[in-house]
């Protein structure tokens, strides 16, 4: 399963359908600060890397903060990374290439996502 597979599954598990791939998962939801960070980051935020090409954002990946300076994300298995330096789970190379970061949970249903309960196929 590939990373935004792997959102999108974790997310349908709790009741809410996302778009399929990372770069339309960051089109949507509210936008949260990376710059101090994980200190504006709430467990359930997704979490967007890749370069900057042409002045904008290159999505390529995407992932979950889990809280503690923690996020999990699929990358051929699925692991578990951390901000934190002194942590042996840290990655700088996912902090250097870290583009941005939304909040789905409790933003009302609309483009780019819809909770199962109000969508056609499952009534």
Known sequence: MDCSG???????????????????????????????????LAPGDLLFFGRVRDGKPGITHT??????????????????NSFDSTRANYSDYLLE????????????SGEGFVRVSQHSWYF
């Open 6 to 40: 792997f959102t999108k599954t974790i997310y349908y598990s709790a009741g809410l359908i996302l778009t399929r791939d990372a770069s339309g998962q960051f089109r949507y939801g509210l936008e949260r600060s990376i710059e101090n960070g994980s200190d504006s």
């Open 63 to 80: 992932g979950m903060y889990i809280g503690d300076t923690e996020f999990i994300h699929s990358s051929r298995l699925v692991r578990i």
């Open 97 to 108: 290439i870290l583009q941005g970061a939304r909040r789905i949970a409790g933003v009302p």
